[in-house]
């Protein structure tokens, strides 16, 4: 909307603006190599949970696509329904990321680099995941498992013999499933949520533990502790992507729809819509005593 302001459409009252005008905006660059197009479709708004704005978005974008285009970022895919993303990603056959794949992957990482800016060890310390789908919590924990002796799970009860014989034999390490979440809560020092079904008060965490949300859900406990870690920021610089209309922090999900599964350093842990060092996240959040 705000390109279609900056020429001669700035002087057309909004109303008077079509809802749909296609149009590539530029090339994102990468060593000079275009691995990206920002495309404009829509100047007003559209509820593309609405099949009719659907396909309306669906025929402007097949306009501009070309060969090379496979993959694609929705500003707000977020709020579009899993339907919705099927049907998109099915007509276009261009895939669209939601970040999955960096986030739990550089799960360690992350605490790894928090501890290390904390000057504490990872041996002694307990680590929480809940997560109600079975293949998300086995990628979870084999991936913690490298860092962690001592593992809780919850939240696949159903599948919880299958999901302990596949971390023993993938890693050697066997789980605790509590009977009662709620009596021990205190001791864990990390807490990975990826559900929206949380069966325990989270104002029962211990304050400095670290909390990673990776649900849809916007979790606030009843002392107003909002500074959990959504997600994890880049920055266009670092990463040698040149853009003019691209904010240069970016999402886990933007990263993963330029650049694939490529790895590299995080700069950022978001949380709430912020973007914070590790650091300054740390000694705001973690460090300072009487807040999260």
């Known amino acids: 909307m705000e390109f279609y302001k900056k020429g001669f459409s700035k002087y057309i009252p909004e109303f008077l603006l079509p809802k749909i005008k296609p149009k590539i905006i ?7 190599k275009v691995i990206g197009k920002i495309v404009g479709i829509n100047l007003k ?50 895939k669209i990321f939601n970040g999955e794949y960096t986030r739990l992957s550089n799960i360690l ?10 000057k504490e060890d990872l041996e002694d310390k307990e680590i929480l995941v809940v997560c109600d789908e079975k293949e998300i919590a086995k990628r979870i924990i084999k991936e913690i498992s490298k860092g962690f002796r001592f593992i809780t799970s919850i939240g696949c009860e159903e599948y919880n013999d299958e999901i302990y014989e596949y ?18 809560l205190s001791r864990y020092s990390v807490i990975i949520n990826y559900t929206e079904k949380l069966e325990f008060d ?3 965490v211990k304050r400095n533990a670290i909390v990673f949300n990776f649900s849809k859900i916007d979790l606030k406990d009843n002392k107003n502790r909002t500074h959990f870690i959504e997600d994890y920021g880049f920055d266009f610089k670092e990463l040698g992507i040149k853009t003019e209309w691209i904010n ?24 709430g819509n912020n973007y914070y060092s590790l650091k300054d996240y740390v000694n705001l959040f973690i460090k300072v005593k009487g807040r999260f």
């Open 26 to 32: 530029e090339d994102i660059l990468k060593e000079d």
């Open 45 to 94: 708004p559209m509820d593309l949970n609405n099949q009719e704005n659907l396909e309306k978005f669906l025929e402007a974008l097949l306009e501009l696509k070309d060969e090379d285009s496979n993959t694609l970022f929705i500003e707000g895919y977020e709020n579009l329904s899993s339907l919705t993303l099927e049907s998109i990603q099915d007509i276009t056959k261009m």
């Open 109 to 118: 990482v992350v605490i790894r680099k928090i501890f290390s800016i904390l």
């Open 167 to 184: 971390i023993l034999d993938e890693t050697g390490l066997s789980l605790f499933y509590p009977i009662s979440i709620h009596k021990i």
């Open 202 to 204: 989270i104002s029962k």
């Open 248 to 271: 240069h922090k970016i999402t886990s999900s933007l990263f993963e729809s330029l650049l694939g599964m490529e790895n590299h350093s995080i700069n950022y842990l978001i949380s």
